[in-house]
């Protein structure tokens, strides 16, 4: 069983990310990508299906994490929280999440901005560069 996981990481490790030729962007399979366009940091955290953490961290505001190893066909929850202080510390300002399900293998694209004095979160099945993703939804 072991050797059988092993043999299906590596199938799915290698498979190539396939480039979109129109902006030059890589889109890695399995992959739920956090983007930071707002002025504070922001903790980020992705639900599995059955709701524990798969992943998160801190995220400084301009910089973009992608986290590996999500499998199309399920759902995730991705969740942010706008802190007060630069650490991830302190009081969460805004606490936003969606539950999305996993599209074919473009993925999953987060991006927290600021709109007037509102902080928001859109979702993207794919990169949103990509005209394979869709629209957004808030």
């Known amino acids: 069983m072991k050797n059988l ?21 890589t889109i890695f399979p399995t992959t739920i990508q956090y983007e930071n366009d707002s002025d504070r940091s922001v903790w980020m955290t992705v639900y599995n299906a059955l709701g524990l953490i798969g992943d998160r961290g801190c995220l400084q505001p301009g910089d973009s994490k992608t986290f590996i190893n999500y499998l ?7 969740r942010v929280e706008v ?8 009081h969460t300002l805004y606490d ?18 600021k709109k007037a004095d509102t902080y928001h979160m859109s979702v993207f099945n794919g990169d949103p560069y990509s005209p394979l993703a869709d629209e957004p939804q808030e």
Do not use: H, Q
Request: glycine letters at 10%; hydrophobic letters at 40%.
């Open 96 to 113: 936003m999440s969606e539950l999305r399900k996993m599209n074919a293998w473009y993925g999953i694209y987060v991006n927290i901005y």
């Open 72 to 78: 199309p066909g399920f759902y995730y929850e991705v």
């Open 5 to 25: 996981m092993i043999a299906a990481t590596i199938v799915l490790s290698s498979l190539v990310a396939k480039a979109d030729a129109d902006t030059g962007n």
């Open 83 to 90: 802190k007060e202080n630069r650490d991830c510390g302190g």
